[in-house]
Each structure stands twice: as C-alpha cells, then as structure tokens.
C-alpha cells in the first residue's frame, strides 16, 4: 500500500485500519487487481478511495484472467497456476476481498464451481460496474476506405464470401508474416480435440480437421496455419486474422468455412508482438473493449448475424458475440468484516465514455495506472462522493429500509438511525427520491402486469406475450393457462379463448392458438362435434385429417392430430361424413382402404378384379372363370350320383360307419355356415378363426369368390342375385339329372341284383350309380341339399335386412354389402330377392315340422321322400332334424333384430346356442353316441368363441390380447375334434371296405365302448320271457320289479323292446296274439302311441319300381338270415358260473317255451345256424 496521499482530505496513513475476523485474525483487506488496464486502473481507484476515505490498510493481488481472480477471492493459495489453484479440500480463508472488473459471463464455468465447491468462501457479485465488455473482430479504417471506394463494404460479413467477392484484394498475404512471430499449430487452438470436435460438429467440415493416434485435431498447412474451405485451393487468397491467447480462433474457423470466408486464424506469440502486427499487417483482428491497445486508432469492427444466446449455449458461434456485462466482486465475509467497503464497492459505477478517455490518456501520458486513477479522482469528486456510504443516501437499484422493523420504507423522515440501504428485492424496483436531505432513492413493488426477477433494478418490467400477472410485487409472471391467452405486453389477466376453443399449452400469445377442443374438428372456421371413427385430439382441423397418419405408438394418438380409427372410412370430398366399415378400412386419412378395395367403406374390388379367399383383391386371370366353372362342374357331377345312392340306402336304427362320417361331417359343414353366420357381428374375433372362415367361405356357394365379377357382373344387384339363386337353381339341376336319369339304358339299370355274390360286393355301390332315380329318391337328395345349406340359405335370404348403422345415424348400410345403402334403389331389388329366397327357405322349414311330425304315418315311399331329416337321428326323434333348421335361421335373426347392438347381438346368438346345446344334450339325438359326443363339444366349444366375442368388445387392449389368445386355442380344439373323429371313423370305414371287417374298432368308437353281442340280449330276453309265462305269480312279481324300475330305465326298456318289435315284424300280430289285462282298448290305444314314432324303421326302403313279389319276399329273407348271422356271444360281462346255470328256449320251437337247454347246447346250436348261413 502507498504511502503517499492522493486526495487533500485522506486519512493519513497512521490512522488507517486492519480487518479483524472472529478468530482474533488482523490483517490488510486485500484487492485483487486483473492485469490489462481497465482492470488496473478500475483497481486502483477502489484501493484510492479504500486507504483515504474509508481508513483501511490495503494489500493487492495481481493476476492476468478473471479466473484467477475468481479462486484468489475464494481463498486459493495459488490462483495463477493453471495445474494447481492451491484451493485443498476447502478454503477457511480468504485474503482478497475486493475484485474489480470481472468478466463473469465469460467464464461462468468456474463461477458455478467456485459456487458449489466452496459456498463457505466464494466470492459473491457486488453490482454491475457501469460499462460492459465488448469484443469481436476488427478491421482498421483505412482498408475499409480503400474496399469502400470500390464499392466493397468490409465491415459486413457478406462481404468476405468469396464465392461472390475478392476480398483478398485489400489484404497483405499471409506470407507477409514471419512465422517467429506466430505460435505453431501445437500450441495452439488447433490441437485442443474438445475444441476441434465442436467445430466439426458445426461445420461438418472433415477435411479441415484429421485424426491422429485417436485424436482429433486441426489440420495444420505449414506448421503454423489452418486454411479454411474458401481458399484451401487457392491460397492466394487468403489472408490473416490476428489473436493473441487463442481468443476467438475457434469462433474465426466455424465463421470462415459458413460463411466462405478466406480467413486464415492465426496465434501471435506475445501481446506486444500481436500489438504490432495488427498494425503493420493489414489483416482482421481480435481486440476488445475496454482496452488501450488500439485505442486511438480508427477501427471498426465487423458486423455478423444478431446474437444468438441459443446457439452460442450449443456452441454455434455465427452470430455476433454478445457485450458481456461485468461484475464487482466482494468476499463472502466482506459484509461483516468492511460493511462500509462492501456499501463502496456496491456504488461503485463508471461509464464506458470516462472509462475510455482514461485509457486514451493513459496512454498518451504513458502514466501508471494509480498516477491515471488519482488525477481523476481528484476532477471528479462529485461522481465518487455518490459512491461513498451513507446509511440513507440509497443509489439507484438500492431503496431505504429499516432495520428494526425489516420492512423497506419510503421516505425517511422522523428517526433515521435504524435506516439503511440494501438492494431492491426481486419484485420491486428503485425509484430516486430528493427530500430535505438530498438524492436518495427508494425500493417500490411492481404494479400488476410488471414484474422485476433479478431485485436491485430500477425499472419492473412489463410481462410479456402470453403472460399476466395479477398481483403487486411480483418477481415472475404467470403464463396463460390452458384455454387462455394474451396478445398485449404488461397485463394483469388473460383473456379467455371462445366457446368450445382452448390452447395446446401454456403461454398462448394469440388468438390464433385457441384451437378446438379435443373432441371437437374445425370446419370452416367453426368447432363441430367429431362422431364415431375420428380421433380428435385438441387442435384437430379437417385439414389436418386429409393428411392425416396412424400414430406409431397409442401415445402418440394425442398429440398426432386428427386421424381416421381402423374400421373406419370417408370420402375426401367430405371427409367428416364417417362410414363404418366390416373390413380393410385401416383407418388414417380419409379414402384409405387396404387389399387394393374400393368404396366408401372398402367393400368393393376395382373393375378387373375379385375378392380371393384371403380378402385381397386379386386380379382377374385369364381363364380363370371357365376354370371354375369346370371346377364346379366336375364336382357335381362327382357328388349328385353318390348322394343320391348313399340316401336312398335302407334306414336303420343301428349305427353305420359311412352314416357315423356322414353325419360329422354334416355337422362340420354346419359348424362353418355358423362361424361365417356370427363372424359378421362387429367385435374382435381370433386371427385364426377368420382365417377359417375365409377358406370355407367357398362352402357357402359364395358366387363372388367363383370370380363372378371378372366376367362384367360388377353391380351388387346382380351378385347377389346369382349369390340367391345358387340354391333353387341347385334344385333345378338335381330335378334335371332326376329326368336323365330315367334315359338311361335299360342295360345299365339291370345291373342292380338283390343276391349279389360276396364276391363282387364292393361294386354293388358303383352298380347303383346308374340306376334311375326314383321321385322320392330325388326329394330326399333334394331335401337332404337344402337341409346342409339351409343356415346359408336362411342368412343369405336375410342379408339385406341387415341394415347397420353409420356414425351420425343418417345413413345405414347392408352388413355384407355396405357400399350398399340402405333404402336405396339397389336395397329395394336386393330385398325382393331376399324375400323371394326367405319364402323358399320358409316353406322347407314349414314343410320340414310336417314331415317330422308324420313322418311315421306316411306311406313306405313317403317316408323314404323325407329320410334325409331323420336318417341320422334315432327313431324317435325324427323331428330332431327340425331343431337344427331352426337353430341356422335364429343365428341369423339378431343381425336383423339389433344390427347396432352387437352386445345383444351376441348375447342373443349365445342364447341360441345354449338352448341348443341344453335340448341336444337332453335328447341325444343322434344314432351314435359318438356323434351326440361330437356335436355336444363342438357345440361348447362355439358357446366359448360367442362368449370371447362378447368379451372382445371391452375396450381394455390387455383384456382382448388374452381373449383372443384363448379364441386361437378354442378354434384349434374345434379342428382337432373334427380331425380326430373324422380319422378315426375314415379309417375305420376303409378297413371295413377292405376287409369286409372293422375288427371291432369303429362299433367300439361308435358306441364309446363295448357293444352289447346280440347272442348274449337273446339268451337274457328268453330268460325274462320264460320266467314271465311259467306262472302268474310269477308275471305278478316282475310287473312289480318292472314298477320300481327308475323312468330313464323304463323308457329305455321300452324304447328297446318296441324297436326290436319292429325289426322282427311282430307289431302287426301284436293284437291277435297278446291277451292285455283291465282297459285292454286303451292300453292297446298307448302301445300304438308308442311304437309309431319306430315305424320309420320300415319306411326307409320303399319297394324298387319294376321288382316283383318274390324278389322282394327274397329280399326280406336275405335280411333275415343276415340278422340271424350276426348273432355273437360276448362273455366278458358274465361269469363262467352264471352262464353255466342258465337255459334258454329253443329259438326254433314252436311248442310253449316250457322246454329248456342249457348252455353247451345253445351254443352249439348257434355254431350250427352259422353254418347254415354260410352255405346260404
């Protein structure tokens, strides 16, 4: 510290004073000076005023970057090493605690450390020190004149691109320099990789840099220089940009290579040598202000883009760099140990214009920077004399506040002991005041629309765009809310968006940002409701949906804009009328259909193309429809003939294997009608179900899939027309090959023999292929075609009543055919043909419940006519056939019923389904216990498929993952009950036709288990007849074991005996050989009643046409001794002991069956009919 006085009234050294901390510590307070001359001589005024008119002991500091000023008054031992700043754990003391000029704002980095490392002892900010920092780069006058003069313009950046001017001409080479003079590239910010990185990160520039043992670093040309693009090829070109200390190289690269700069960066050695060559050279240069070095000197500096603070943060450094504030710091602990210095500090304030005077005359004058300070403070005392302290006397940014109370005031008047000035708080700002006692200034709250955030300003600031603040004294303002926005500056509310509008965020600016609610779509400048089938997030526009696109993720949904959902579709033309589609509408924009369709709800395949079986549209191939009209040929012919000898076969209540296969594969068939049936309610289905039903949709007789539209029949009319009349015109064909039939020659019809040798058995079926057709044969093939078809009939018949219901409720469409509309013109003839088909199909199901209801009193050749409907089921229950038409036509009805429910649509179906399960499970109709089986889990089986598709209407996308998991499983378990049973049965059947014997298997499979041997029946029944007629007491004890029989065993008992009554044709002699007891009329009335249902046993064969009384008394024979040889015992259910003691009557005896044999003879009589049966 000098001892020397600047000012007259100083305190004398003598008097001056020491700081003292709380551990009893003394010693000087420390200012640390930055070592360029603004910093010196800003430095040197606070010491001035520090020593005479505050009274302490000063020490300095020096140090040649703010950094080390930053650490020095952090309590670093050694601020000025780059390697150790000699900090330790943690600083306990800090030495310096004035720094002046400190460029914060460059080196924010370290301040945020200092900060955080050491909150104990980091220097805090004191004030802003009244003149910024500014630095760029510069070009001396005289080069500007000379481009000038030749219409070049040097201080704008455009100018340099060289792709458009020479700028090179009015600049030395840069051969001009001596390379000692420069530093190498080594040294400089060439060789810094993070440096290096960020440029090519910018620039993109990969031949200006390279990369060297893992590297990366600037190219260097000539050890000493890195050419940008502009004049990488042409150096001549080039010229210079002088810095010193690497300032701005990296700035000057990314610059040069954007904007086609010939500018070649280089790094002088020293600062005096930079100071030289910035005036000998003509070339840029760095400089900045404040700072003597060119001061003096005409310059300008050049103009780039305005800043960018967000580019810059990235490291993006084209625009112009931004003047940087500088800062006074004081230690932390300055406010208890100097409070009066830290109160200087804090007023300390110097204006550029002084600032510059000073350094011009210091350098004039060729003074120290403490002789320059002292002969201004000496001219100015009426600036410095505002920067001393005085309790009340508050400088701008500061306000009076009171002590005792902790309130800021505004006057001090009265008592003013407990006044003092502090800072404005954040909220409010510095208003000077003049009363008796001079300037002063006061803290005010910001009014309502104003705000002030960073405290100790003299002006609040009105919130901006999109902002409001309601309140006084506030540090921050409110962004709009949602629905809300504000388009004028310094307001206190935000203005409210109109009905049914609001904004996508926060902070709305305008009022073009209240967009439409989500919900809602703009039309025309107007919000309107969004229907079924749009998703319409907030911001939705018509436009929008016209471009629209299917989000990625479902997160994506609310912020993608409006889209069109999947299963849904609409014409650009008017994108808002909404068409629910059946299929191929993946949704998105408006007129997007999949699989090549066509039409409003994509149901239709373009003019040269069909619907294959996958759902695409294929293209029509040549020759493809004659293919399948051949096709189709060949399997009727293949199919009419077989059918017609299979259903003219003799009935019998005994199962058979081919009836066995027959029948599951009728139930097969119409298994598939159904799932196509309730495939078209509206909800999510298994993958693999659709799959099927789109494969044997051909089993439907669909025209479409035949390729009907290939040949030109394009209209929807005229498809289902043909689709309609597939049915009669069945019937036609099989009426028209009943009259060929009978053409045949007569050759061909003798084929057919009753005793046909065993021999040539297996072609007895192919013999009766040309045999003519009879009319009840023909009825039954008839009957039996429409009876497989008839859930297709009844659900085609019923289609275009099946209108369902667009989003918006003002148009319907037919659910099959929905690019068809509802009461229109096509609708009306659609219908016609519909009705005309469902009376067709009403009158067989009419026709049907009569004949199952008289089926036993018809005549032999009536009863064969109606066969098809009772063949597969057991005698009595004939009229079974009926339940199953009926099940197919009230599958269909809910789609006509609730077409826009699919809820009760489903329910009702599964209604359907479970009455028909209930009844078949009670009635076990079939002949087959196997067959009951197969229809009674393939019935459960779609009972489950209706339930998940029930379930597939919940909205939960987790909950239909695992219902259509557990759909895939249920339709394999229904193609693995058919597979297995058809194997099964068809094997069976095969080895039966070959080897004349299916060993058992196929009865065992039929029956599900042993099968009764009819020997062993025989040998209990004559039991039974032979105790009943010994005596009466005897009959009186059975008839009373018979009575305490359960019902099922009865019925079954009677159900058993009656049938066999009628195999054996001893129904007709029933009356003339019983003697019944009591009501003989009406008990014989009952047993009538009984048996008539079985009386089909006899009606399935009628007699053949043109056969004569004895073939057919042959025929009986041959069916007799046929029955007579099948008899067999099976003793695995009967002791050895309990056969032994049984007898049995003569079977052949026509005396009273008192006489007995037992059991050796019986079989031995058995074995002897067998021969007798082989020699027949």
């Not at 003079?181 to 990185?197: I, S, V, Y």
Request: with cysteine.
């Amino acid at each position: 510290a000098g001892a020397e006085r600047c000012l007259e009234d100083a305190i004398a050294p003598s008097e001056r004073r020491n700081l003292s901390n709380t551990e009893g510590e003394s010693y000087p307070l420390g200012i640390w000076v930055n070592q360029w001359a603004s910093g010196e001589l800003t430095a040197a005024m606070a010491q001035i005023l520090i020593q005479e008119k505050l009274g302490f002991h000063v020490l300095t500091g020096k140090g040649s970057v703010t950094v080390a000023q930053i650490f020095a008054m952090a309590g670093c031992k050694t601020p000025n090493d780059g390697e150790d700043r000699g900090c330790g754990p943690a600083p306990k003391q800090t030495y310096f605690h004035v720094g002046m000029e400190g460029w914060t704002g460059s080196n924010p980095t370290y301040w945020d450390a200092i900060q955080r490392d050491f909150p104990a002892t980091a220097p805090v900010k004191l004030g802003l020190i009244g003149y910024d920092g500014i630095s760029g780069q510069h070009i001396m006058s005289e080069v500007l004149q000379r481009a000038e003069a030749e219409g070049l313009y040097l201080e704008f950046y455009r100018s340099y691109n060289v792709s458009l001017h020479n700028p090179g001409l009015y600049f030395d080479r840069i051969t001009k320099v001596n390379t000692s003079d420069l530093k190498p590239c080594e040294q400089t910010m060439l060789f810094h990789p993070a440096n290096m990185q960020n440029y090519l990160e910018t620039t993109g520039d990969t031949e200006g840099v390279e990369l060297v043992n893992g590297t990366l670093r600037g190219k260097c040309f000539e050890e000493y220089f890195w050419l940008p693009p502009a004049c990488r090829l042409e150096t001549s070109k080039c010229f210079l940009f002088l810095t010193a200390f690497g300032y701005e190289t990296e700035v000057m690269m990314q610059r040069a290579t954007i904007f086609h700069m010939p500018v070649v960066p280089v790094d002088v050695k020293d600062w005096d040598t930079y100071a030289k060559l910035a005036a000998e050279v003509s070339s840029l240069f760095y400089w900045w202000q404040p700072d003597p070095t060119f001061i003096g000197i005409n310059t300008k500096m050049i103009s780039y883009p305005p800043h960018n603070t967000s580019a810059w943060s990235r490291g993006i450094s084209l625009s112009a760099t931004q003047g940087i504030r500088l800062d006074k710091y004081g230690s932390r602990d300055l406010e208890v140990l100097a409070p009066t210095v830290r109160e200087l500090i804090g007023s300390f304030s110097l204006k550029m214009d002084a600032l510059s005077q000073l350094l011009l005359h210091q350098k004039m004058n060729g003074t120290s920077a403490m002789e320059e300070a002292c002969t201004w403070l000496k001219g100015h005392r009426e600036i410095w004399e505002e920067w001393l302290p005085d309790t009340t006397k508050c400088f701008p940014q500061f306000g009076l506040f009171n002590k005792a109370t902790e309130v800021f005031v505004e006057s001090r008047e009265g008592d003013s002991s407990s006044l003092i000035c502090k800072a404005c708080p954040s909220g409010s700002f510095s208003r000077p005041l003049r009363d008796g006692k001079g300037l002063t200034s006061v803290c005010l709250s910001c009014a309502p629309g104003s705000v002030q955030s960073s405290g100790a300003s003299t002006a609040c600031e009105p919130c901006p765009l999109g902002e409001h603040q309601e309140d006084f004294g506030a540090a921050s303002c409110k962004r709009c809310t949602v629905g809300s926005y504000q388009n004028v500056t310094g307001q206190s509310l935000c203005k409210t968006c109109p009905e049914k509008r609001t904004t996508v965020g926060l902070g709305a600016e305008s009022l073009a940002e209240c967009v439409c609610k989500a919900g809602l779509i703009e039309m025309d400048g107007q919000c309107v409701p969004c229907i079924e089938g749009l998703s319409c997030p907030i911001g939705s526009t018509v436009e929008g949906l016209l471009i629209a696109t299917l989000p990625v993720n479902e997160s994506d949904a609310d912020v993608q804009g409006p889209f069109l959902l999947q299963g849904y579709n609409s014409h650009p033309g008017a994108p808002l009328t909404i068409y629910q589609c059946r299929d191929h509408c993946p949704g998105g924009s408006p007129g997007s259909c999949s699989n090549g369709r066509v039409g409003f709800t994509c149901a239709e395949c373009p003019r040269g193309t069909f619907a294959s079986l996958e759902g695409r549209c294929a293209q029509c191939a040549e020759g493809n429809q004659a293919l399948w009209m051949i096709g189709v040929g060949i399997l009727l012919f293949l199919g009419i003939f077989p059918a017609y000898v299979s259903l003219t076969q003799p009935y019998s209540p005994k199962t058979q294997l081919g009836g066995i296969t027959a029948s599951i594969l009728g139930l097969l068939v119409n298994l598939v009608q159904n799932l196509l049936v309730i495939s078209t309610a509206p909800t999510s289905w298994p993958a693999l179900m659709l799959g099927m039903t789109n494969v044997l949709n051909v089993m439907t007789l669909n025209p479409e899939l035949l390729g009907v539209p290939c040949v030109g029949l394009l209209d929807v009319v005229t498809v289902y027309f043909l689709r309609a009349l597939v049915f009669p015109a069945m019937v036609g064909i099989l009426l028209v090959t009943s009259a060929f039939s009978r053409l045949l020659p007569s050759a061909l019809q003798g084929l057919q023999r009753c005793a046909v040798p065993r021999r040539v058995l297996r072609g007895h079926f192919v013999t009766r292929l040309f045999e003519r057709w009879t009319w009840h044969g023909t009825a039954c093939v008839i009957g039996k075609f429409c009876q497989v078809t008839f859930p297709t009939m009844a659900n085609v018949g019923l289609s275009p009543m099946m209108c369902y219901k667009h989003p918006g409720g003002q148009m319907h469409s037919i659910v099959k055919y929905s690019n068809t509309f509802c009461g229109s013109s096509d609708h009306v003839l659609m219908l016609t043909t519909g009705a005309a088909l469902l009376s067709f199909t009403a009158g067989f199901l009419v026709f049907c419940i009569w004949a199952g209801r008289r089926a036993p009193r018809l005549s032999l050749e009536g009863q064969a006519a109606v066969k098809f409907l009772f063949e597969e089921f057991r005698p009595d229950m004939a009229w079974f056939g009926v339940v199953t038409l009926s099940r197919g036509l009230f599958l269909s009805l809910p789609s006509v019923i609730v077409p826009n429910r699919p809820n009760v649509q489903l329910v009702m179906m599964h209604s359907v389904m479970l009455f028909s399960l209930v009844f078949q499970g009670y009635c076990q109709p079939w002949k087959s216990p196997a067959v009951n089986l197969v229809d009674a889990i393939s019935q459960s089986l779609f009972l489950t498929l209706l339930g998940i598709g029930l379930g597939g209407l919940e909205q939960s996308e987790a909950a239909v993952d695992v219902l259509m998991t557990l759909g895939t499983f249920v339709c394999i378990c229904l193609l693995l009950v058919f597979a297995v049973a058809l194997l099964t049965f068809g094997a069976a059947l095969l080895v039966e036709k070959l080897f004349d014997s299916a060993l058992g298997l196929g009865r065992r499979c039929a029956s599900l288990g042993e099968v009764p041997e009819p020997a062993l029946i025989v040998f209990l029944l004559q039991n039974v007849a032979s105790s009943i007629k010994r005596t009466a007491s005897h009959r009186t004890t059975f008839t009373a074991a018979v009575d305490q029989l359960g019902t099922h065993d009865a019925r079954m008992i009677l159900m058993s005996l009656t049938i066999l009554e009628m195999e054996m044709g001893l129904s007709s002699t029933r009356s003339s050989s019983m003697t019944l007891p009591g009501a003989d009329a009406e008990f014989a009335k009952q047993l009538s009643d009984i048996a008539e249902p079985y009386r089909i046993a006899g009606g399935a064969q009628p007699r053949a046409p043109r056969t004569g009384t004895a073939v057919a008394k042959r025929r009986m024979s041959c069916q007799a001794a046929a029955f007579r040889g099948s008899l067999k015992f099976s003793l695995s259910g009967l002791s050895q002991e309990s056969l032994a003691a049984g007898s049995v009557d003569d079977l052949g005896a026509q005396e009273p069956m008192s006489e007995t044999l037992n059991l050796k003879d019986y079989l031995a009589q058995v074995e002897a009919e067998k021969m007798v049966r082989a020699e027949f």
